[in-house]
């Protein structure tokens, strides 16, 4: 069969160049924004008395049989024909003859490309704004759960900076701190979508079409509330698709430092969670691993989405206006950082929910610990100390205890108050860690009348937001 453009053509193009151009291996997925952007451009055009009403009516008939096909699994898809656009053209002449010819009046594939994609990334926008929420909520859960009640205790465990034990904190703030980022991440997304929600349909090749078109008919027909002002801008702009990718950077940045710690906290060494069996699989030599394999590939799994966003900002990178072959290019990264970022928070979302996690080994860390170090300062701050002064006293204190093998807890007053006569009876109470938790009563701190403060705001948050 001959190709779509191929009346200046003399020859057959090789095999090679058919394969090295083609994109429908992965444009395919774009066959239902395409029939919906082809229909949409029909109808106008009948309205525009561009086509005869009847036209339009055979044209859509025809999409619908195709759509039939595809869905069903019938449809010839033809590598020559490259993409997908041209398969559903090529098909829909077949079907209803040469009037399905009269489809690409005043469209190019340049605008038509535009608005698949436009119309594709926003409804996955909506998609992936729907997972963010749903391990949104998993998280919220999890630290209600922890918070304790009247008859649990809630969750304490170290707090790190560097990697190093700093100051008991609550799971619950810890899991929370998760929460808000991920509640920035769809804030991102929907900001995204805003700029994704623009029809470039109409802007024909590059410059516009001669026929009367009615851009603002396709665009409300296909649910877009603004269309491009510039039809140059709109068949080169792939603005939106760096702004998804970034935003999906980002998504993958949390997943992956949550991923990140619960490798860690699996590990012989902390003992503080285990994942579930379904989460993780074994060594093919060595009987004794469970290994977190999938919070594993969330991590790794990031860089491909970097990766995407890389590629893509350097796909654009000085290529002169309007329409090049290297904007085809934008699909398979864009694709993949579809599938990747929903993928990847599936499987957070599932594996968070299923977790265990070791209440008592955590708690014995922030107990056998120098965690309360800062504590004792305050303890002394509080009596009127200068603050350095106490970080003094309580540095030496802590070199002591580090000499004899014990904590601060273990010593007896009299030898605490060696290091200062501030020191009284009611230290002990005062670097407890359930106390040192609950002193930390500032705006977003981890005293647990701020994390329910964070969890009410969130479970409103949470109550309010829109169906994505
Ligand atoms: N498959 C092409 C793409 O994904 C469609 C647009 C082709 N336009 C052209 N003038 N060759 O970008």
Redesign the pocket.
């Known amino acids: 069969m001959t190709k779509a453009w191929g009346g200046r053509f003399s020859e057959r193009g090789g095999q090679e160049a058919v394969n090295f151009t083609a994109?429908l291996p992965f444009?395919r997925r774009l066959y239902v924004e395409d029939l919906e952007g082809s229909v949409a451009h029909a109808r106008m055009l009948a309205k525009q008395g561009i086509i005869e009403a009847a036209e339009a009516e055979a044209i859509a008939a025809g999409l619908k049989l195709i759509k039939d096909e595809i869905d069903g699994g019938r449809f010839p898809f033809r590598l020559e024909h490259?993409?997908?656009?041209l398969n559903i053209e090529r098909r829909l002449i077949e079907l209803i003859g040469p009037v399905g010819g009269k489809l690409h009046t005043a469209r190019?594939?340049?605008d038509?490309?535009a608005v698949d994609m436009h119309l594709y990334l926003k409804r996955q926008i909506g998609e992936v704004i729907s997972l963010v929420r749903g391990l949104q909520r998993v998280v919220l859960r999890r630290a209600e759960e922890h918070l304790g009640d009247g008859g649990s205790p809630a969750t304490l465990m170290p707090g790190y900076t560097h990697l190093q034990r700093a100051q008991p904190i609550l799971f619950s703030q810890h899991l929370m701190a998760y929460f808000f980022m991920l509640q920035r991440d769809c804030g991102r997304l929907k900001d995204c979508r805003r700029r994704t929600d623009v029809s470039p349909l109409g802007a024909g090749?590059l410059a516009g079409t001669t026929f009367p078109i009615d851009r603002q008919a396709t665009a409300q027909a296909l649910g877009f509330p603004a269309v491009y002002e510039n039809s140059l801008d709109a068949v080169s702009d792939r603005d939106y698709l760096v702004e998804f990718l970034a935003a999906a950077s980002l998504v993958m940045v949390h997943l992956s430092r949550l991923a990140e710690e619960l490798v860690l906290w699996s590990t012989a060494e902390f003992g503080f969670v285990e994942v579930d069996d379904a989460y993780a699989t074994g060594s093919s030599i060595m009987p004794q691993k469970k290994n977190p394999d999938v919070a594993e590939l969330v991590r790794g799994k990031a860089g491909r989405v970097y990766g995407s966003l890389m590629g893509l900002l350097t796909v654009l990178k000085g290529l002169p206006l309007a329409?090049h072959?290297d904007?085809?290019e934008?699909?398979e990264r864009t694709f993949d950082a579809i599938d990747t970022v929903k993928a990847s928070l599936r499987a957070t979302a599932g594996m968070l929910e299923s977790l265990r996690v070791d209440r008592d080994r955590m708690s014995r860390a922030v107990r056998q610990d120098f965690s309360n170090a800062t504590d004792l300062a305050d303890y002394l701050a509080k009596k009127g100390l200068p603050f350095r002064e106490a970080h003094e006293v309580v540095g030496r204190a802590v070199a002591a205890c580090l000499a004899r093998g014990c904590y601060l807890v273990d010593l007896r007053l009299d030898e605490l108050r060696a290091f200062s006569a501030l020191i009284e009876g009611d230290v002990y109470e005062a670097i407890s860690p359930e106390q040192c938790v609950a002193a930390r009563s500032s705006r977003g701190g981890t005293a647990p009348e701020q994390v329910r403060l964070q969890i009410s705001l969130a479970q409103a948050i949470m109550e309010s937001a829109q169906a994505p």
Request: proline share 0%.
């Open positions: 994109s444009d490259e993409d997908i656009h190019s594939r340049n038509q490309v090749a329409y072959s904007l085809q934008d699909k």
